[in-house]
């Protein structure tokens, strides 16, 4: 498996990794990774000790080492689905400059897979998971299932650096595509990558540039349609 260490200094160009997955490198400026940290923040701020709170959530598998914050609708997991209301609680709206990212993500996507063309301008965010990962936390290979929509998925990393990686569709087994997303970073899953298991195998420690805005950690926020 390669290391974060073989990525450092290596020339990243935009590109397709397989089919309908795209890695968009450094398509944040710092300006836009600091103010979607402080935006995220000031929302986890406003819904902290309600049920729609930032947190860990259990699922079949144990408690995830990562803590979610839900936008738009509430990502529920007993079972998996999203709601609009959460132990009565409404669930914070997906922020307007949610929807312009997605846009401006999905033009660059497009020109670089044929799979995720037509998605620009086409593609609704209603739903918005923003991902802590601490020090130390994973996210174990699974499929984003719970959206019926056939929408992409579009991800961006601020923060410390992690091991991105994307397996296939059909199985949990490899072969796999590793890739290191850094602070800025974005990554466009769609087509035929739609339903592909994908996880973060490392999260590496005080590698995120001053300008995010984070102490530690990592921030991923991804953005999705639900419906048709
Ligand atoms: O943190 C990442 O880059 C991936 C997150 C993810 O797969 C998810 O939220 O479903
Ligand atoms: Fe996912």
Known sequence: MPTLFDAAGLPRPPRELAP??????????????????????????????????????????????????????????NPYRYVREFEGVPVPPIPANYQEIVDAVLVAAGGRSAALAPWAGRMRAEVALVNYYPPGSRMGLHVDADEVAEAPVVSLSIGDTALFRLGRAEERTGPFVDVPLISGDAFVFGGPARRAFHGITQVEDGTAPAHAGLKEGRINITIRQVDY
């Open 20 to 77: 309908g997955a795209v890695h968009l490198p450094g398509f944040l400026d710092a300006r836009q990774q600091s103010a979607l940290v402080t935006q995220a923040r000031e929302i986890a701020r406003s819904v902290a000790g309600t049920p729609v709170a930032m947190a860990r959530p259990r699922t079949r598998t144990g408690r995830m080492s990562v803590h979610i914050l839900s936008l738009g609708r509430h990502w529920a997991t």
